[in-house]
Structures are given as structure tokens and as C-alpha cells.
């Protein structure tokens, strides 16, 4: 295995300087990596925005943060819904009423293998519904702020892409047909990774190389994402896996780097390069050749703009 260019540590955000002035905004962090990178993020004195579905939830979590990072933390909670378009389009409108830039937004929140075939308020399966039409939404509407501030859109995927049937299913985009949890999940964690790579194309094609769009994943991390929506059996499989795996913290190392690390390629997918990628060393490492398949992000991208009606404003 080449040498990673982190050294002998790989990535860690003791790379991360003082990030005072800077505002990042993260959905997701009631729990697991989102919290964590979170908390590292406010404990070098950044601004975060969380976007969490329960308000409840989301208060806990900001005391919780204020007692182990400080009570000077500057975090606040916007409610955000990623599976029902109303929500995503009023949560980023209440973002862009509240803050002044976003020096990164980081898709962190997911929803993962959904045991029976469900749709979206929108008419869209549960796990495309959220994890990739959700955030496509999300980050096209905070675009404009974003390149306005020179900023970074940071897309959580994960290994899953690379499950499954390996495509998009375009004609059975919902899973009418054939619904398994794995395959859905797949297809919509190969959708967000998809659009990462178009959205660079499209920016390079419009000389727009002030905005930077990254895609990573948390390998193998212990959080509650299988608990939240996975069935009986899938969390009963992850528990067996639990020796294999690292802890969300760890997790939330890929993230935080397509963040805040200066100079970082953006054709790179990154996360931790150790067995399988499920844990070890953070850096960049092999993305399958499907992942960037111009014909199929393509058509996605432009069956997205139909679908959800949101163009980006590239």
C-alpha cells in the first residue's frame, strides 16, 4: 500500500488550525460522526449549524456540547426533515436568513436499510428519498452562499456504493419491483457520491474553482444508523461486526478533513484506508470505476433537476 500522504498517523484533526470566523453547517449530529465532528469543530472555535429532524433531540445535543466543549460554544439547531422537500427548502431558507457564509456544508445525516419497500412524502423510496434527493436539494439551495464564501460541500457516502447493483436503476427508481434494504441503500449512497463528481465537472466546466465539492465516508464506525432504521437482523449483523469496527469519532475523521485540510484533491474519495476501509488510516483511496461513470451521473443530474424541480444556479 502506497505511503499516506498524512504520514505515519494518517489524517487527524490535529491538522485543523483555529477556525475562528468560520461557520459549518452539518446535518445530522444528534449522534454518532455527525456529533463528533461537531464537537471537534466548535472545540477549535468554529461556528456550527446543526440541521437535526427532532428539536428535542437537537437541545440535548447543544447543552451536551456546551458542557464538553464550553459554554461559549457557538452552535444553534435548525430544524431540517432530509425526506420531505418542504422541510429541506424552509431549513435552508431559515440557513441562509441566519448565518452570513458557510465555509462548509458536510451531508452527514442518512438513513440506512429500511426494512420494508417505503416512500417519501414526495413519492420517492425512504433511503433515496432522504439520502439523495434530500441533500441534492439541500446543497443546491445553499450553493449561492456557499460560493459566495469560497466554501466546501463535504457528501458523507459510504462503502455501500459499492454494493448492490452497482448502477441506478433508472427505470425503477423507487424499487416497485425487487425491493431489497441493501440494494436501495446502495443505490442511494452511489446517487450522493454521483453527483459529487458531476457537481466538480460542472463547476470546472463554469470556471467556478472557488467552490470545492468532496466525497468521503466513515468506513466501519459504531454509531446508530443501523439502530435507526435497519431491520432486526441488520442490527443483529452489525453487532457481530462490532470487534471489526472503529468508533464514531474515528469516524467523523473523513469528514472533518474534506472540511478544513488546505489544498486537498478533490477527485479523491476518502475515508480510512485499513481492511476492507472499514477502519485504519484516513486518506484518500480507491473509488471503483462505476462511482464515476459520466453517462449515469449524467442522467441523474438532470433527472434530479426534473424531479425535485431545483436547479442549481452554477
Wanted: include cysteine.
Amino acid at each position: 500500500m502506497k505511503a499516506n500522504k498524512f504520514g505515519k498517523n494518517g489524517w487527524t484533526p490535529e491538522r485543523i488550525d483555529d477556525l475562528s470566523g468560520k461557520t459549518f453547517v452539518i446535518t445530522g449530529t444528534t449522534s454518532g460522526t455527525g456529533f463528533e465532528a461537531a464537537k471537534i469543530l466548535l472545540s477549535k472555535n468554529a461556528k456550527v449549524v446543526m440541521l437535526n429532524r427532532n428539536p428535542k433531540k437537537a437541545d440535548d445535543t447543544i447543552q451536551t456540547l456546551k458542557q464538553e466543549v464550553g459554554s461559549h460554544s457557538n452552535v444553534i439547531n435548525i430544524t431540517l426533515d432530509l425526506s420531505i422537500q418542504a422541510s429541506v427548502k424552509k431549513a435552508a431558507q431559515e440557513v441562509l436568513n441566519t448565518v452570513t457564509k458557510i465555509d462548509a456544508l458536510i451531508c452527514n445525516a442518512a438513513i440506512a436499510q429500511v426494512p420494508k419497500h417505503t416512500l417519501t412524502i414526495d413519492g420517492w423510496e425512504s433511503q433515496m428519498g432522504t439520502n439523495y434527493y434530500g441533500n441534492w436539494t439541500l446543497q443546491a439551495l445553499l450553493f449561492p452562499l456557499i460560493e459566495k464564501s469560497n466554501g466546501r460541500i463535504v457528501t458523507v457516502g459510504s462503502m455501500g456504493y459499492n454494493m448492490g447493483i452497482k448502477t441506478i436503476k433508472f427505470n425503477d427508481l423507487n424499487w416497485n419491483k425487487d425491493y431489497t434494504p441493501n440494494n436501495a441503500y446502495s443505490q442511494s449512497k452511489l446517487a450522493q457520491i454521483m453527483s459529487i463528481y458531476e457537481l466538480q465537472d460542472r463547476l470546472k466546466e463554469a470556471g467556478k474553482t472557488n467552490v470545492k465539492a468532496y466525497a468521503c465516508h466513515p468506513g466501519a464506525s459504531r454509531t446508530n444508523l443501523i439502530n435507526t432504521s435497519g431491520s432486526l437482523l441488520m442490527r443483529f449483523m452489525f453487532f457481530l461486526m462490532k470487534p471489526f469496527t472503529q468508533s464514531a469519532e474515528k469516524g467523523a475523521y473523513p469528514q472533518l478533513m474534506c472540511a478544513t485540510e488546505e489544498n486537498l484533491d478533490q477527485t479523491g474519495f476518502y475515508g480510512p484506508t485499513g481492511r476492507s476501509n472499514w477502519v485504519g488510516l484516513v486518506g484518500a483511496h480507491k473509488l471503483e470505476p462505476h462511482a464515476k461513470d459520466k453517462a449515469v451521473s449524467k442522467k441523474l443530474w438532470e433527472l434530479s433537476e426534473k424531479e425535485t424541480g431545483v436547479k442549481w444556479n452554477i
